[in-house]
T-cell receptor, first 114, second 110 residues
């Protein structure tokens, strides 16, 4: 079955540590996205990538980093510079970054930093 | 540039109708609608393109008024399974990314 996988589902870290969230898709999609969702809030775009080896900052990129070395993988690193990292993180992909294509979402990773 | 959704929350009885609105201050290329159940990933409902078209499937439909930079989602004869939070995602100026509204929480009671 094609889809997007994110691991782990729950992640706990101590303040000051970097942590990497995994996102893999086997849909052969060109575009991939990372969103952050806080309780009762909408989805805010962190980073997105239209093609391998290229990515752009979204609206809240500070304190985060990404890489896109393979088409199917788009890991997100939450660095110690992110002031409030506890949130629900969603990865998504679409056929291309062009207009009008639906985004498919992974199940999400809930990150708690104490 | 975040679109504004209204209402923020609505409670209905099964079988009643609902309308959720999404307004932007920017010219829109397209509007996406998604539904999210608690603790789960958002699920795609539909996309509307420039041209003011109206789309729908089953008892959920939507319209897109390009001039007013607004979209509305219509849920008729609501079912218990329609409960969740609805988000509109707007594509502005061919930016090839979406900006999501804050969501509308829909509760359907028996």
């Amino acid at each position: 079955d094609g889809g997007i996988t994110q691991s782990p589902k729950y992640l706990f870290r101590k303040e000051g540590q970097n942590v990497t969230l995994s996102c893999e898709q086997n849909l052969n999609h060109d575009a991939m996205y990372w969103y952050r969702q806080d309780p009762g809030q909408g989805l805010r775009l962190i980073y997105y990538s239209q093609i391998v080896n290229d990515f752009q900052k979204g609206d809240i990129a500070e304190g985060y980093s990404v890489s896109r070395e393979k088409k199917e993988s788009f890991p997100l690193t939450v660095t110690s510079a992110q002031k409030n990292p506890t949130a629900f993180y969603l990865c998504a992909s679409s056929i291309s970054g062009g207009r009008s294509y639906e985004q498919y979402f992974g199940p999400g990773t809930r990150l708690t930093v104490t | 540039q975040q679109p504004v959704q209204s209402p923020q929350a609505v409670i209905l009885r099964e079988g009643e109708d609902a309308v959720i609105n999404c307004s932007s201050s920017k010219a829109l290329y397209s509007v996406h609608w998604y539904r999210q159940k608690h603790g789960e990933a958002p699920v795609f409902l539909m996309i509307l393109l420039k041209g003011g078209e109206q789309k729908g499937h089953d008892k959920i439909s939507a319209s897109f008024n390009e001039k007013k930079q607004q979209s509305s989602l219509y849920l008729t004869a609501s079912q218990l399974s329609y409960s969740g939070t609805y988000f509109c995602g707007t594509e502005i100026g061919g930016a090839q990314k979406l900006v999501f509204g804050q969501g509308t929480r829909l509760t359907i009671n028996p």
